[in-house]
């Protein structure tokens, strides 16, 4: 018998995500957000989730995908990392689904930029593909490094 | 009864939980005798208590716990096995102490009860094994072993169980009640949760201006008070003065000052000020690894000290105080100070730098060098430190509580490490701005006054030098900042006003242009997510009345990002007492302009009235002099050239010109150009004085020319008497 994971899905730019269902907090609808001046380009702006301060990040821009077009507002994958919650910006939010770990592959090489640096494999699931995001490295931005090079 | 000592009631709320605690872990001793971490647990309380007794002249506990520990340290060694009649007599003796110590509570004094019996069997129980047959016998038959005398043994319990009980009728709070341990962690949800009620509040508040019933806005005003004097409660229960941790340093000092052969003083100043508890256990460590090295490395021996015309004591100085919300700590030591070249070179043999970076770097960058991993500069490793490891330990555990470290030094008078730490978890006034369509949140702790311009005053009333641009508040020249071009954000503001928030930063002042100025509201300090820690510019974000997320300003590292104080001004402090000894300096503001064959030359700022442009037609011509019609009057303008034996200043323009004005009178020196404006301490040199020029000092790290602007005013127009300060 293979393993069984959960994973959380959701959709950007035609693409189909997922992040393991255990460090999902929650999902949420857009919120009005804070912008912040200077951050860096991923960073969406700030949101008031229940009297905490949680960072989001737009993740069209983190991967290197084009802009949302239209007025489609994001939705907020609300995800734990070992530095505190982060939101995901997404398109549109799939079901939870059982992915099997026989189906795992690592991620293609001709997967693009950014995008290839934060997506662990890939399962191949009937009719189409589910990327696996690492939360972990997506909650990671340039900015972090730059600071730390500079001091 | 005469009121108890503190340190008695210390004494007493902690020895009553020791004794709680022993009762348990003698108890469980007697389940495993062999458990030898227990024991020595159960030996350090009651060695502890002992010592503390003598301590406070309290000499019948005294002797009790003293048989209590010989008992006890036998056992320790091994020579005796705990059985059931040693814990009896063990746990006799902790009611004996209870109840003695509940004497000392109700009176102040001992009781009088006699505790010989007690005594004495201890001490029969010391002498040696108890024979086989009473190991396993029952309590009794361990008193009938005993020695005759040993029969009053019950009544010293009788006594023990009386006093106590009748104790507890008639009770008022003792010391213990009256204290609590709490978990540190219970404090935080606590202090988490105020925050959410003050967040709460304030937007119930906001909520009430739309009301009019009477009884719901009387409601809401009892609800902002105690939920004010809630938070103030709270906030109280996690302070406490960082003497905590100072209090122990005299003695570090000193142990290290005679391992190294010096002599060291230590001076403390701002004790009192009070840190979260989370940031004092922080900051301990650290602090301590400074003060260390400020003696090991710092503070020269006397004879190196005398040699160089410095006394033989050393002083390591321990400063705290509050300043824009935040916690500053300074160590400053008197010692040899670091020398950025041998820092240079260190750290280009470490490998952390190459030489054309560290050629490259200002001196404050290399000084900041010793924060990096692997990198000491002691010459020999000893056995304080040197080993490598040590400030860039320093900065990562400041850095954990989201503080800063920065060192300051001059070589041959000392150096001073800074030390910032943010109030993370405090709740504190501020002031909202608005600027780009977004709300910021400004700590009031920075704030001084606010100015607002309309109109006319808009227009005229800010002066430009190139892009800066400043405000002259009351004759002083105030530096502006646009808050709107810091942060790459469009001013959505009205050009007919002016907004300036006027702010401390550094001890100096700044203005702070915003599009417009909101209220004041108690915010709480949330961090920020890693993701933006990259953007120093911000101390941390609040939620605001309407559940709005606002961004708190770090006023500090706007005006450093800003660069409104100049390149040089971060030192100014600490080599200020520095340079005084070495001779004549003084901290002040600098105007820098080039122009008439000089380079770089400097005149104090205070000496400025105005700094102005004019075009070439506006000049005229007067008695051979050049002169502009400047409010109302005819101002003679001096071309600098001619008075510094250098060409004359290009006709540009337009011109530029710096006013001098006294009693009524003008006069405007023509100058090339305005490079900067810049506070700094320096001492001048007298070897280049000439004609016109004061002397020269390093301002910026080059070189400058100090100005005679006296000298020069006079001469060009005898009646003007300009203020000599320069």
Not at chain 2, 206 to 220: E, I, L, R, Y
Not at chain 2, 259 to 277: A, I, N, P, S, W
Not at chain 2, 636 to 644: A, E, H, K, T, V
Not at chain 2, 650 to 663: C, E, G, L, Y
């Amino acid at each position: 018998m293979t393993s069984q994971k959960q994973f959380s899905t959701f959709v950007l730019d035609d693409l189909y995500f997922g992040v393991e269902v255990l460090s999902v907090q929650e999902v949420i609808r857009y919120q009005d957000m804070t912008r912040v001046p200077l951050a860096p380009n991923a960073v969406q702006g700030l949101i008031n989730l229940r009297g905490q301060i949680v960072t989001a990040i737009d993740l069209r821009r983190r991967l290197g995908l084009p802009e949302r077009q239209g007025d489609v507002r994001p939705m907020n994958v609300v995800v734990r990392t070992t530095d505190g919650i982060v939101s995901l910006l997404v398109d549109e939010i799939g079901d939870v689904l059982e992915v099997d770990e026989a189906d795992f592959e690592r991620a293609p090489e001709t997967i693009s930029g950014a995008a290839r640096a934060l997506v662990t494999g890939v399962y191949k699931l009937k009719g189409r593909l589910l990327l696996a995001l690492d939360v972990e490295q997506t909650a990671v931005l340039e900015g972090d490094v730059a600071t730390e090079r500079r001091n | 009864m005469q009121p108890l000592d503190d340190v008695v009631k210390e004494f007493l709320v902690e020895s009553l939980e020791n004794l709680d605690r022993l009762d348990r872990a003698l108890v469980e001793l007697e389940q495993d005798p062999h458990d030898g971490e227990n024991l020595a647990s159960i030996f350090r309380t009651i060695h502890t208590l002992k010592g503390t007794c003598g301590f406070l002249g309290f000499s019948r506990l005294e002797a009790i716990s003293h048989v209590g520990e010989n008992l006890l340290s036998r056992m320790r060694d091994g020579l005796l096995v705990l059985d059931a009649p040693i814990t009896t007599g063990l746990l006799e003796m902790v009611d004996a102490i209870r109840q003695i110590l509940a004497a000392v509570e109700r009176t102040g004094a001992e009781n009088d009860t006699d505790y010989g019996a007690l005594v004495a069997r201890l001490n029969e129980l010391n002498r040696g094994p108890v024979p086989p047959a009473a190991v396993a016998a029952p309590e009794p038959s361990a008193v009938a072993v005993a020695p005759p005398d040993t029969v009053t043994v019950a009544p010293p319990e009788a006594v023990a169980a009386t006093p106590a009980a009748a104790g507890r009728e008639d009770r008022r709070p003792g010391v213990a009640d009256t204290t609590l341990r709490v978990d540190v962690g219970q404090l935080d949800k606590l202090m988490n949760l105020v925050g959410e009620l003050v967040l709460a509040r304030n937007q119930i508040i906001q909520f009430t201006a739309t009301q009019t019933d009477n009884a719901f806005v009387g409601a809401t005003q009892r609800l902002n008070l105690v939920t004010s004097e809630l938070q103030e409660g709270v906030m109280k229960t996690r302070m406490q003065p960082i003497d905590n941790v100072w209090s122990k340093f005299p003695r570090v000092v000193r142990d290290l000052a005679t391992t190294c052969g010096k002599q060291v003083r230590l001076e403390m100043v701002g004790k009192d000020t009070e840190l979260d508890k989370t940031i004092i256990e922080a900051i301990k460590d650290p602090l301590t690894h400074v003060v260390r090295n400020s003696v090991d490395h710092g503070i020269e021996p006397p004879a190196v000290r005398l040699a160089r015309g410095k006394p033989a004591e050393g002083v390591v100085h321990l400063r705290a105080f509050h300043e824009g919300g935040q916690i500053n700590i300074e160590i400053t030591d008197d010692g040899a100070g670091i020398d950025p070249d041998k820092v240079r070179r260190k750290a280009v043999d470490r490998g952390l730098v190459t030489a054309e970076q560290a050629a490259r770097m200002s001196d404050h960058d290399v000084l900041r060098l010793i924060f990096m991993p692997g990198f000491s500069t002691a010459e020999a490793i000893t056995n304080v430190s040197g080993r490598g490891v040590g400030m860039d330990v320093v900065r990562t555990n400041i850095e954990r509580i989201g503080g800063t470290v920065d060192i300051l030094s001059t070589v041959g008078a000392g150096s001073t490490l800074k030390i910032r730490i943010p109030l993370t978890l405090a709740i504190i006034p501020a002031l909202m701005v608005a600027t780009g369509g977004e709300v910021f949140a400004l700590p009031q702790v920075n704030l001084l006054e606010l100015v607002r311009l309309e109109g006319e005053q808009a227009r005229t009333g800010l002066e430009r030098i190139g892009n800066a641009s400043f405000y002259r508040l009351r004759g002083n020249l105030l530096p502006l900042v646009p808050l709107a071009q810091e942060l790459g954000l469009t001013s959505q503001c009205d050009p007919s006003v002016v907004n300036i928030v006027v702010l401390k930063a550094d001890d100096r002042q700044f203005g702070l242009r915003v599009d417009a100025i909101n209220d004041t509201e108690e915010i709480v300090v949330k961090p920020l997510g890693k993701q933006l820690k990259s953007v120093q510019v911000f101390a941390g974000a609040t939620i605001m009345g309407d559940g709005h997320v606002a961004l708190i300003l770090d006023v500090n590292r706007i005006a450093q990002q800003a660069r409104v104080f100049g390149v040089g001004e971060r030192s100014v402090k600490a080599t200020a007492a520095a340079a005084s000894k070495q001779g004549p300096a003084d901290t002040q503001t600098w105007l820098l302009f080039r122009g008439g064959g000089a380079d770089r030359l400097a005149i104090p700022l205070k000496l400025v009235a105005r700094l102005e442009e004019f075009a070439t037609a506006d000049i005229e011509r007067s008695g051979g002099h050049e002169v502009v019609q400047y409010r109302g009057e005819i101002m003679p303008l001096i071309n600098l050239g001619r008075f510094l034996g250098g060409a004359d200043v290009a006709p540009a323009d337009p011109r530029q010109v710096i006013v001098f004005s006294d009693k009524g009178h003008s006069a405007g020196l023509v100058v090339e150009q305005i490079l900067d404006i810049v506070s700094q301490s320096i001492s001048v040199t007298r070897s280049h004085a000439r004609a016109g020029v004061l002397g020269s000092a390093v301002i910026q790290q080059r070189v400058t020319d100090l100005l005679d602007v006296s000298a020069i005013v006079r001469h060009a127009v005898p009646d003007f008497q300009a203020d000599s300060a320069a």
